[in-house]
T-cell receptor, first 114, second 113 residues
Framework: AQKVTQAQTEISVVEKEDVTLDCVYE???????LFWYKQPPSGELVFLIR??????QNEISGRYSWNFQKSTSSFNFTITASQVVDSAVYFC???????????FGQGTRLTINP | GAGVSQSPSNKVTEKGKDVELRCDPI?????LYWYRQSLGQGLEFLIY????????KSGLPSDRFSAERTGGSVSTLTIQRTQQEDSAVYLC???????????FGPGTRLLVL
C-alpha cells in the first residue's frame, strides 16, 4: 500500500521569508510519480509539479523549488521569498505504475502574513 | 482551453434523497477520476474511468455510490439515499491518458441535512 505523510499541519510565516513544506512517502513500487498541488481558498486543486521515480534532479520554477531524495523517501517543496498569494493548502500526492489513483497527504495549510 | 468543469457548484439535500453530480473533463482527455474531500478523511479516491475499459471502482465507499461515463466524455456520480456522512466536496479530475498528470475541477460541495 502507498502512503504520503505531510507532518506539518499548519505553517505561518511573514512575507518574504523562505518556507519548506515536507513530504514523506511510502511505496514498494519502483516506478512511481510524485506530485504537489495547491488549493487556494477558492477550493480548486492547482497542479504544481510532477516527478517520476527515475528522475531525482531537483527542480526550480521561479520562487518554487522541489527537492526529491529517494534515500529518505522525501519530496520537499520550498517557496523562496514568500508572498501573501502563496497562502493556501498544499498537498503532496503519489501514484504508482499501473494504479492511476492519487494517494494524497493530509495537506499543509500555509499562511503568509503581510 | 477550458478546464474541467463540474456542476452544480453547491448542492444541499435532505437525508435519504438521491443526488447526481456532473463532471465535464478537459476535451481530449481519456481518463477521468472522482475524489472526495472531507474534513475527517482528507482527499480520497472514489472511481476511475479510462476510455472504454471497465472502471476502477475500488474507492467507492458503499453500494449507494455509482458513476457513469457516457460517450467517453461527461461523467455523472450518483449517490442514492444520501446520509449526513456523505457531506463533502466531490472533485473530478481528468488526464490526457492513464498515468498522466491529473487536472482538477472546482468541485461540488454537497451538504446533506
Amino acid at each position: 500500500a502507498q502512503k504520503v505523510t505531510q507532518a506539518q499541519t499548519e505553517i505561518s510565516v511573514v512575507e518574504k521569508e523562505d518556507v519548506t513544506l515536507d513530504c514523506v512517502y511510502e511505496t514498494r513500487d519502483t516506478t512511481y510519480y510524485l506530485f504537489w498541488y495547491k488549493q487556494p481558498p477558492s477550493g480548486e486543486l492547482v497542479f504544481l509539479i510532477r516527478r517520476n521515480s527515475f528522475d531525482e534532479q531537483n527542480e526550480i520554477s521561479g520562487r518554487y523549488s522541489w527537492n526529491f531524495q529517494k534515500s529518505t523517501s522525501s519530496f520537499n517543496f520550498t517557496i523562496t521569498a514568500s508572498q501573501v498569494v502563496d497562502s493556501a493548502v498544499y498537498f503532496c500526492a503519489l501514484s504508482v505504475e499501473g494504479a492511476q489513483k492519487l494517494v494524497f497527504g493530509q495537506g499543509t495549510r500555509l499562511t503568509i502574513n503581510p | 482551453g477550458a478546464g474541467v468543469s463540474q456542476s452544480p457548484s453547491n448542492k444541499v439535500t435532505e437525508k435519504g434523497k438521491d443526488v447526481e453530480l456532473r463532471c465535464d473533463p478537459i476535451s481530449g482527455h481519456t481518463a477521468l477520476y472522482w475524489y472526495r474531500q472531507s474534513l475527517g478523511q482528507g482527499l480520497e479516491f472514489l472511481i476511475y474511468f479510462q476510455g472504454n475499459s471497465a472502471p476502477d471502482k475500488s474507492g467507492l465507499p458503499s453500494d449507494r455510490f455509482s458513476a457513469e461515463r457516457t460517450g467517453g466524455s461527461v461523467s455523472t456520480l450518483t449517490i442514492q439515499r444520501t446520509q449526513q456522512e456523505d457531506s463533502a466536496v466531490y472533485l473530478c479530475a481528468s488526464s490526457l491518458n492513464r498515468e498522466e498528470t491529473q487536472y482538477f475541477g472546482p468541485g461540488t460541495r454537497l451538504l446533506v441535512l
